[in-house]
């Protein structure tokens, strides 16, 4: 079970939101490279990157930020979501030493762009699919679309998306748990990693996703409970190199 840590990025610092609301911020830190070098140094073998800017622009933000902690980090893989909308931004992180590119809005309203991109970049390919009660979510969350979450991931891994990262957006931010049995629906669904994302809070979660860890689900990405100390990220990472 790979334990990734996010950095969401607002005005250049590392934030986190509730329900992926851009009106309910906590700032975390003004400086993303040192909080780069806390998760690493606490054992992170990847980090999940989020311009909140860039998703809420249609184009990348906070590249300076990115291209530091990807300078400061150049051997660590780190995947990166938020604004990719064309293949020009997708040629500006891979050209920046990103290693994964997410890809979410636009993979659900125009797959074809998912399937051009994995064509473009083997292997880089990611998708993130929000969702609440087996309905995609887009719009940063705003809305519900009519598509069901399972088979649009039955899409993508046809067109050869390398992994999907799932989010529950009921739960995002909202430390209240992973979603379990929708995360293991899909990746039982699927025959390409599903990357669960919202809701982890402490070890409990991380014991919970080790024990379905066969049934698909290679990762989980972490925010809110390292940020306010629910979870410790070594204490995390011993209990899943031990498992």
């Not at 005005?11 to 400086?31: E, I, K, P, Y």
């Not at 990807?70 to 990719?84: E, F, N, S, T, Y």
């Not at 067109?159 to 995002?172: M, P």
Request: charged residues 25%.
């Amino acid at each position: 079970m790979l334990l990734i840590p996010a950095i969401d990025l607002k005005d250049g610092q590392c934030v986190r939101l509730r329900q992926g609301r851009m009106d309910d911020v906590t700032v975390f830190s003004d400086d993303p490279v040192a909080v780069a070098d806390r998760w690493v140094a606490a054992g992170a073998q990847r980090l999940h990157l989020v311009d909140l800017d860039g998703a809420a622009s249609g184009q990348p933000v906070n590249t300076e930020s990115i291209r530091r902690i990807v300078a400061q980090h150049p051997d660590l893989p780190i995947q990166i979501g938020g604004g990719i909308r064309t293949t020009e931004d997708a040629e500006v992180y891979m050209e920046l030493g990103v290693r994964y590119l997410i890809i979410g809005t636009r993979a659900v309203r125009e797959p074809y762009f998912v399937k051009d991109l994995c064509l473009e970049f083997p292997g880089h390919i990611f998708v993130g699919l929000d969702a609440k009660d087996g309905r995609v979510a887009v719009n940063g969350w705003s809305k519900l679309s009519r598509h069901d979450v399972i088979d649009i991931a039955k899409v993508f891994e046809r067109d050869g998306v390398e992994a999907i990262i799932y989010t529950d957006i009921s739960r995002d931010g909202m430390m209240a748990g992973v979603s379990l049995d929708s995360t293991v629906r899909l990746a039982q669904a699927i025959n390409i990693p599903v990357i669960a994302s919202g809701g982890v809070t402490n070890l409990d979660d991380i014991r919970a996703l080790c024990a379905v860890e066969d049934e698909g689900i290679s990762g989980v990405i972490i925010g809110r409970a390292l940020y306010e100390g629910t979870l410790d990220l070594a204490a995390a990472q011993r209990l899943v190199d031990g498992s």
